[in-house]
Structure formats: structure tokens, C-alpha cells
């Protein structure tokens, strides 16, 4: 077993220590699975460290998340720090999800990208999530069509620049 808690402790909530290190480490999905389990732990920076890994890790292999589908759709329901939901935003269109489970994630998503509440970041990455989402579900393109023009009216610099990128891609 690999001491990740080690590797990802320490510091402060602007670093990322060794999360890079991590990501390098894991080569199979028992590996993964290690790493997963720190998500639920109580500790902020351990858990955000363990959450950026996942996210890169997944980038390259997004099979090693069907396992673990329903733990974060429901850690994604309950998650209040932003550095937790910023990497959800990210991870959640990387699952394959039924109708039903798609239309809860859709409407999560949502809600995070027009929540004034939330962190700029956390808006950008459920803005970018909801984008690659509507990619494969052609049917969500008018209903996102909609929340951009919503977030628009916003004239907030971050998350138009997104909508730019977005619409240059569209």
C-alpha cells in the first residue's frame, strides 16, 4: 500500500503538494481505489489534495471512476468546500451516467454554475462540465444554451471568457 496521506499532507489550502507525485503513483485501479477513499476523510486539505489527483488521473483513465459512480454523485450532493466541488464539476461528465442520474447531475451543475454563492472557479468548472456533458446528450443543448445566456447577464470576466471559449468550440 502507498502512503498517500504522507505524500498529500502538509502545508497549506494554496498547494497542492505532492498531488503531481500521486498522480504518477497510481498505475492500477487498486491504486486508485487507495487514493479514493481519502476523499471521505475530515481533513480539508487531504481530501482537495486527493481530489486533484483524481481529476488528473481520470483524465486519461475515466474507467477507474465506474466503481466509485454513486459515492460521488452522492459526495456531490453534500459537498460545501469549493476546492471539492471545483473537481466534482470536473470529474461528474467523465461518468456514464442513466437518464435519471444524468438529469440530478444536470440539474447539480446547473445550480452550481448560476449559484452567485459559490467560488468563481467552482461557477467556470460546472459551466465547462455542464459543456462537455450536453456534447454527448444533444438533448441538454437548449437548456444550456439557456444558462449561458442567464450567466451572461452577469458580466462577470471569468465566466464570460469561458462562454467564449465555449461558443468558439460550439
Known amino acids: 500500500m502507498k502512503d498517500f496521506v ?4 502538509g502545508g497549506d ?6 498531488s503531481n507525485s500521486v498522480v504518477s503513483l497510481i498505475v492500477n485501479q487498486q491504486d486508485f481505489d487507495e487514493l479514493f477513499k481519502l ?4 481533513d480539508q486539505l487531504l481530501v482537495m489534495r486527493a481530489i486533484d489527483a483524481i481529476e488528473k488521473i ?4 475515466p474507467n ?3 466503481k466509485h459512480k454513486r459515492e460521488i454523485l452522492e459526495l456531490s450532493s453534500v459537498a460545501y468546500d469549493k ?10 461528465p467523465r461518468l456514464s451516467l442513466t437518464p435519471h442520474e444524468l438529469i440530478k447531475a444536470w440539474k447539480l451543475l446547473t445550480n452550481w454554475a448560476l449559484d452567485k454563492n459559490n467560488s468563481r472557479i467552482v461557477r467556470v468548472n ?3 462540465g455542464l459543456f462537455e456533458m450536453q456534447i454527448v446528450h444533444n438533448e441538454l443543448s437548449q437548456e444550456f444554451s439557456k444558462t449561458l445566456t442567464e450567466l451572461e447577464k452577469e458580466h462577470i470576466p471569468s465566466i464570460n471568457a469561458r462562454i467564449r471559449s465555449i461558443k468558439n468550440k460550439i
Open 83 to 92: 476546492e471539492l466541488k471545483w473537481h466534482l464539476a470536473q470529474i461528474i
Open 58 to 61: 481520470t483524465l486519461k483513465h
Open 13 to 18: 489550502l494554496r498547494s497542492i503538494g505532492k
Open 64 to 66: 477507474y471512476l465506474i
Open 126 to 128: 460546472s459551466i465547462q
Open 39 to 42: 476523499i471521505f476523510l475530515d
Open 6 to 9: 504522507n505524500l498529500l499532507s
